[in-house]
């Protein structure tokens, strides 16, 4: 069973560091990876999708890498913004158009 | 148009009521999701249907019944709940598919209350 773990559970920062989000899953048969953000009582925000076969995806100020066989991800938000306050979410997919497993999230706090 | 709408955005209801939660996309998309939040936790998946046909039930209890009528609508019809099932229900879609095309987007979610 994919178990999928995410550290730390809360971070605060102040305004313009340089932050790391991390990622741990238990079964490295992943189909893909995807960071998430969710600001509360709203939905999920795709930030960025990592295919198994990818080391890293780039989206603005956010990268993301991968690796599989140690079963790592990380999320690097550079210049964090206190708009950035919102809990990250990583999920792993096994399969195409299949199972996901959430991790619980990194709730980051951005103080102006 | 990279939009997954959900309707209601707030639902209250009786356990003794009937009621359907509705999403809706025009990405194309033939994988659609249902999935329960509760406060504070992750979400956890429901249903996959994938080409309008239930891939995936992960146990969940016959009183939430899913439909797909066609490739861009998902319902979740909801029978006698219990008021341990007030959660925030999440759709989201992705379209099956190498490279990109298999990231999932997600609707804003409908809020339900049993009371």
């Avoid at chain 1, 066989?69 to 690097?76: A, F, I, N, Q, V």
Wanted: proline share 6%.
């Amino acid at each position: 069973k994919q178990e999928v773990t995410q550290i730390p559970a809360a971070l605060s920062v102040p305004e313009g560091e340089n932050l790391v989000l991390n990622c741990s899953f238990t079964d490295s048969a992943i189909y893909n990876l995807q960071w998430f953000r969710q600001d509360p009582g709203k939905g999920l925000t795709s930030l960025l999708l990592i295919q198994s076969s990818q080391r890293e995806q780039t989206s603005g100020r956010l990268n993301a890498s991968l690796d599989k066989s140690s079963g790592r991800s990380t999320l690097y938000i550079a210049a964090s913004q206190p708009g950035d306050s919102a809990t990250y979410l990583c999920a792993v997919f096994n399969t195409n158009a299949g199972k996901s497993t959430f991790g619980d999230g990194t709730t980051l706090t951005v103080k102006p | 148009d990279t939009e997954v709408t959900q309707t209601p955005k707030h639902l209250v209801m009786g356990m003794t009521n009937k009621k359907s939660l509705k999403c809706e996309q025009h990405m194309g998309h033939r994988a659609m999701y249902w999935y329960k939040q509760k406060a504070k936790k992750p979400p956890e998946l429901m249903f996959v249907y994938s080409y309008e046909k239930l891939s995936i039930n992960e146990s969940v209890p016959s009183r939430f019944s899913p439909e797909c009528p066609n490739s861009s609508l998902l319902n979740l019809h909801l029978h006698a709940l219990q008021p341990e099932d007030s959660a925030l229900y999440l759709c989201a879609s992705s379209s099956p598919g190498r490279g990109r095309n298999n990231e999932q987007f997600f609707g804003p979610g409908t809020r339900l209350t049993v009371l």
